[in-house]
Antibody, heavy 119, light 107 residues
Framework: EVQLLESGGASVQPGGSLRVSCAASGFTFSSYGMSWVRQTLGKGLEWVSAISGTGSGTYYADSVKGRFTISRDNSKNTLYLQLSSLRVEDTAVYFC????????????WGQGTLVTVSS | DIQMTQSPSTLSASVGDRVTITCRAS??????LAWYQQKPGKAPKLLIY???TLEIGVPSRFSGSGSGTEFTLTISSLQPDDFATYYC?????????FGQGTKLEIK
């Protein structure tokens, strides 16, 4: 059974940094693309970033480009998102999601981790 | 960026009703569209991908259609478990975008 477990969410001040993680199990992690999707409280879903199975390809939404960095450690079956220069509008639940390739639909999701940016 | 316009934003219906939700893309996305169901406090669940392919384990009362810029999700006979929020997702490129969501409420 596929399991994705996010962690690392916290409350930070504007301009601060944070790293969130997603521990994966139940599938061959290195063979799948992974993404981060966020959901603002009471609002909709926004794709944030994606990474290929090998980690050689990374993709970012314009809203986070230059501030967030996606990475993965296939030896640890773990996906990461480094969030820097955080803004109030980055406050959201951050989900990790799995896909056959970063180009395709998400077929499994984690339960999310809450990042709050507030002074 | 490709914009996805989903309608209606809220839909009130009764158990047994047939309901349809629509997503329109700002440019052609071929059939690169998925539908998700989300319940409060939970992660989205994949229902349909490539516009009309039912994900394994999803009940056959769910169906999807469309191509190009207009797509629909139909639930043929609403069940109590179906009251949730539904989102479309375009994945024509790596830079994916979601519709704004449709909250399906009990009438």
């Amino acid at each position: 059974e596929v399991q994705l477990l996010e962690s690392g969410g916290a409350s930070v001040q504007p301009g601060g940094s944070l790293r969130v993680s997603c521990a994966a199990s139940g599938f061959t992690f290195s063979s799948y693309g992974m993404s981060w999707v966020r959901q603002t409280l009471g609002k909709g879903l926004e794709w944030v970033s994606a990474i290929s199975g090998t980690g050689s390809g990374t993709y970012y939404a314009d809203s986070v480009k230059g501030r967030f960095t996606i990475s993965r450690d296939n030896s640890k079956n773990t996906l990461y998102l480094q969030l820097s220069s955080l803004r109030v509008e980055d406050t959201a639940v951050y989900f990790c999601a799995k896909s056959v390739d970063p180009r395709y639909q998400f077929d499994s999701w984690g339960q999310g981790t809450l990042v709050t940016v507030s002074s | 960026d490709i914009q996805m316009t989903q309608s209606p934003s809220t839909l009130s219906a009764s158990v047994g009703d047939r309901v349809t939700i629509t997503c329109r893309a700002s440019q052609s996305i071929s059939s690169w569209l998925a539908w998700y169901q989300q319940k409060p406090g939970k992660a989205p669940k994949l229902l349909i991908y490539k516009a009309s392919t039912l994900e394994i384990g999803v009940p056959s009362r769910f169906s999807g259609s469309g191509s190009g810029t207009e797509f629909t999700l139909t639930i043929s006979s609403l069940q109590p478990d179906d009251f949730a929020t539904y989102y479309c997702l375009q994945y024509n490129t790596y830079f994916k975008t979601f519709g704004q969501g449709t909250k399906l409420e009990i009438k």
